[in-house]
T-cell receptor
Framework: SQQGEEDPQALSIQEGENATMNCSYK?????LQWYRQNSGRGLVHLIL?????REKHSGRLRVTLDTSKKSSSLLITASRAADTASYFC?????????????FGKGTLLTVNP | DAGVIQSPRHEVTEMGQEVTLRCKPI?????LFWYRQTMMRGLELLIY????????DSGMPEDRFSAKMPNASFSTLKIQPSEPRDSAVYFC??????????????FGEGSWLTVV
């Protein structure tokens, strides 16, 4: 069963605009991660935010985490056509050290030149 | 490092045939994961291994599916007999997680399976 659910399912924007994707989850987590998947390729890790962190930056990426609402957002600033891809959130459950990651269904981002 | 290597990249097979997907994880990684991706169900974890030992196979859909990891550098996912509903992209991934660092996993390019 899916732990994370991304919203929206699809997003289309113009180059230069910001893109915001959201993720909601159901159970306690150790961390939440975002991955990117280009068409026909494997997933690539973008950023990890721990449960005790509220915000994290990496280049044009900004991730927030609200554990009280069990939600996260991924912001891509100044988007480029090359950012066109599917974006997935993944959660690592709290407790133990099973290191199991559960993925959502993803948001398909299209950046139009 | 070459990354996680999967083979075959594409396979078309007839219903009832045996399918074997192969994976070579990144050297030094001690966790290996098999995921299946479909439009309807998204990315599902089928099974994962730690130090070649299966830890959780609760995602394996039915007895037609089996996975092995005979050594640290090789794993297989077998479907026998295959059915059209098994058509999907199968991803292998590996990682080297440690406490407090989180589990960042590295995916292969996937094996695209079509069962006709």
């Amino acid at each position: 069963s899916q732990q994370g659910e991304e919203d929206p399912q699809a997003l289309s924007i113009q180059e230069g605009e910001n893109a915001t994707m959201n993720c909601s989850y159901k159970t306690s987590i150790n961390n939440l991660q975002w991955y990117r998947q280009n068409s026909g390729r494997g997933l690539v890790h973008l950023i990890l935010i721990r449960s005790n962190e509220r915000e994290k930056h990496s280049g044009r990426l900004r991730v927030t985490l609200d554990t009280s609402k069990k939600s996260s957002s991924l912001l891509i600033t100044a988007s480029r056509a090359a950012d066109t891809a599917s974006y997935f959130c993944a959660t690592e459950g709290a407790g133990g050290s099973n290191y199991k990651l559960t993925f959502g269904k993803g948001t398909l981002l299209t950046v139009n030149p | 490092d070459a990354g996680v290597i999967q083979s075959p990249r594409h396979e078309v097979t007839e219903m009832g045939q045996e399918v074997t997907l192969r994976c070579k994880p990144i050297s030094g990684h001690d966790y290996l994961f098999w995921y299946r991706q479909t439009m309807m169900r998204g990315l599902e974890l089928l099974i994962y291994f730690n130090n070649n030992v299966p830890i959780d196979d609760s995602g394996m859909p039915e007895d037609r599916f089996s996975a092995k990891m005979p050594n640290a550098s090789f794993s297989t996912l077998k479907i026998q007999p295959s059915e059209p509903r098994d058509s999907a992209v199968y991803f292998c991934a590996s990682s080297f997680p440690r406490p407090r660092s989180g589990n960042t996993i590295y995916f292969g390019e996937g094996s695209w399976l079509t069962v006709v």
